[in-house]
């Protein structure tokens, strides 16, 4: 099955979430919404999901898409993180020719060169 991931959103900030993906499948199929998370052991995806309130008041989610089988839960991954990876990367790149020059150095309080060049003076007699 052919998968072609497109990263649609990079999330800034330091929130799990680190870009969300549309998927299409063999161009027959396409889910919207796949979150790309970091978490303690790595990069994974969180799929779609409804949100509701069950009979104790308490909020839960089902996923709305999910692979079915192991191979098919690989493809899917590897395919949308190397999408994110090649994005984040050039937006890396874009921030870094985008960089401002740095900053002049700050040797003391304005005036400090005035002070400087009393040392050079002639002395007066």
Known sequence: MKIKAKITRMVDGNSKIKAIA?????????VTGIKVCQGSKGLFLGMPSNSYTNSDGEKKYTDIFFPTTKESRDALTKEVISKYKAELSQTQEQTASEAPPPPEP????????DD????????SM
Do not use: A, H, N, Q
């Open 22 to 30: 549309d998927v299409s499948f063999e161009g027959g199929f396409r």
């Open 106 to 113: 700050d040797f003391g309080e304005p005036g400090f060169e």
């Open 116 to 123: 400087f060049e009393d040392l050079f003076d002639e002395p």
